[in-house]
């Protein structure tokens, strides 16, 4: 089955400019999920979408950050305006909804560099 | 509040065994996961422990104890593409997994 895609793979903007990613997970996945990986760290989760329902975004900076995922299945996530601590790879990833899919699979991840 | 830790780096040598530790103290407890990261690739999934004891995959051993906070990951037999860090989770309730900073493994000849 096709994995976990992302878009774009880098992305090199201004501090104070906009940007915008883009997953869409693995077809019949219900739960979605976008963490924040700073290097040197483990993955920090900003979102978590059920369908196309929010069930936890009490780590995302919603002043900066916000996301989308209005169809239930692939997903946005930007960041207006854009600081230099936001500097990371932005994973998505996906899991099924049976009592046993507790593995999550990993997008390639969007390295975000703002300088 | 939240806390895992494991050890920052670690070096083995092909073909030997080692132990990497994690201890966590978390709000909620669902589940621990072991995740490798390979340099600038995604995380892929090695095991998940629920219940206290081993569970065996291969190569790689998980080990949990819910009372003491502790978790180990065994890999065996290392091979250099074993070379990559290892991510300790905690899934603290509905799959809403909270990571430790890794362990990067260097497998040497």
Known sequence: ?115 | GQNIDQPTEMTATEGAIVQINCTYQTSGFNGLFWYQQHAGEAPTFLSYNVLDGLEEKGRFSSFLSRSKGYSYLLLKELQMKDSASYLCAVDTGANNLFFGTGTRLTVIP
């Open chain 1, 1 to 115: 089955e096709a994995g976990v895609a992302q878009s774009p793979r880098y992305k090199i903007i201004e501090k104070r400019q906009s940007v915008a990613f883009w997953c869409n997970p693995i077809s019949g996945h219900a739960t979605l999920y976008w963490y924040q990986q700073i290097l040197g760290q483990g993955p920090k989760l900003l979102i978590q979408f059920q369908n196309n329902g929010v069930v936890d975004d009490s780590q995302l900076p919603k002043d900066r950050f916000s996301a989308e995922r209005l169809k239930g299945v692939d997903s946005t996530l930007k960041i207006q305006p854009a600081k230099l601590e936001d500097s990371a790879v932005y994973l998505c990833a996906s899991s099924g909804q049976n009592r046993d899919s507790y593995e999550q699979y990993f997008g390639p991840g969007t390295r975000l560099t703002v300088t």
